[in-house]
């Protein structure tokens, strides 16, 4: 029973334009949710979060946006940039993070020079 | 800081055999977790500890698997006798706790690629 899921599992976009990735959860006691990109040989890296608190959280170039009442998240990265290109996945918890993590499968972003 | 060490980074071993993977998480984290990716289900907790006591071992595929966590710098997930299946990246990620620091997110190792033959 997959709590998190990302559906698409591959994504291309060209450089410079928006990559939005999206996340879909079923479990409503998620209240936290993490973004983490992942390159190949490396273990996954913290990119942003955002708590149930808030709908949108910004950081550079990259925004998640919250959608509670759809159990839906999406990450935009704009504009879009060739080190960019890695495996995206995100993760939820309960208890504001201090539960466990639960992850998806992840989506593979391919930013097209 | 080093950041989270495991070893070894590849593993290739014969079905039937004992495996070791071993874990170092940063100094002062109090929590550790063990993930495993394969394709189909992305990554999936195994197992965690706080403070060296593991508190939900609910993600252990079966009785072959097994982790312990003797002291806070120092873990290791054991699996005997070892299947194809088996066969996946193994990470080790830690973190401390929420409250003190306000963070969240946890900090992978590397990994550890394992393949059973």
């Known amino acids: 029973d997959q709590q998190v899921k990302q559906n698409s599992p591959s994504l291309s976009v060209q450089e410079g334009r928006i990559s939005i990735l999206n996340c879909d959860y079923t479990?409503?006691?998620?209240?936290?949710f993490l973004w983490y990109k992942k390159y190949p040989a490396e273990g996954p890296t913290f990119l942003i979060s955002i708590s149930s608190i808030k709908d949108k959280n910004e950081d550079g170039r990259f925004t998640v946006f919250l959608n509670k009442s759809a159990k839906h998240l999406s990450l935009h990265i704009v504009p879009s940039q060739p080190g960019d290109s890695a495996v995206y996945f995100c993760?939820?918890?309960?208890?504001?993070?201090?539960?466990?993590?639960?992850f998806g499968t992840g989506t593979r972003l391919t930013i097209i020079p | 800081d080093a950041g989270v060490i495991q070893s070894p980074r590849h593993e290739v071993t014969e079905m039937g055999q004992e495996v070791t993977l071993r874990c170092k998480p940063i100094s002062g984290h109090d929590y550790l977790f063990w993930y495993r990716q394969t394709m189909m289900r992305g990554l999936e907790l195994l197992i965690y500890f706080n403070n060296n006591v593991p508190i939900d071992d609910s993600g252990m595929p079966e009785d072959r698997f097994s982790a312990k966590m003797p002291n806070a710098s120092f873990s290791t997930l054991k699996i005997q006798p070892s299947e194809p299946r088996d066969s996946a990246v193994y990470f080790c990620?830690?973190?401390?706790?929420?409250?003190?620091?306000?963070?969240?997110?946890?900090?992978f190792g590397p990994g550890t690629r394992l393949t059973v033959l």
């Open positions: 479990n409503s006691m998620f209240d936290y």
């Open positions: 993760a939820a918890s309960a208890n504001f993070g201090n539960e466990k993590l639960t």
């Open positions: 990620a830690s973190r401390p706790q929420v409250g003190t620091s306000g963070k969240v997110e946890q900090f």
